[in-house]
């Protein structure tokens, strides 16, 4: 059974930071993209970051270019997305997804989105910062 299961988010005040993780299981983690993703009330999803665990090819979104990474332990089958400098507009809830095509990281660099239906995705984890 495939799970993705997020955690480390929270209350924060502006400026602060947080990590969040996704543990994964139930697949070959080391050749996926794993992305993060975030919803606001009343908004659409955004696609915040992704990587290729396979060569570590990353993307972001502009609007956490330069305050967020992302990165991955792939003998932890875990992804983490580290995010500094938070901002009232950060807050959503976020969601880590994955996907079997490895190349989605290249793919977003090339297109400037990440326009994709990704294989699984875990149950979220909310992120409140506070101004």
């Known amino acids: 059974e495939v799970q993705l299961v997020e955690s480390g988010g929270g209350l924060v005040q502006a400026g602060g930071s947080l990590r969040l993780s996704c543990a994964a299981s139930g697949f070959r983690f080391g050749s996926y993209t794993i992305a993060w993703f975030r919803q606001a009330p009343g908004k659409e999803r955004e696609g915040v970051a992704c990587?290729?665990?396979?060569?570590?090819?990353?993307y972001y979104a502009d609007s956490v270019k330069g305050r967020f990474i992302i990165s991955s332990d792939n003998a932890k089958n875990t992804a983490f997305l580290q995010m500094d400098g938070l901002k009232p507009e950060d807050t959503a809830v976020y969601y880590c997804a994955a996907d079997a095509l490895d190349f989605l990281a290249r793919a977003a660099q090339a297109t400037g989105r990440m326009a994709h239906e990704w294989d699984y995705w875990g149950q979220g984890t909310q992120v409140t910062v506070s101004s």
């Open positions: 990587i290729s665990t396979t060569d570590g090819e990353s």
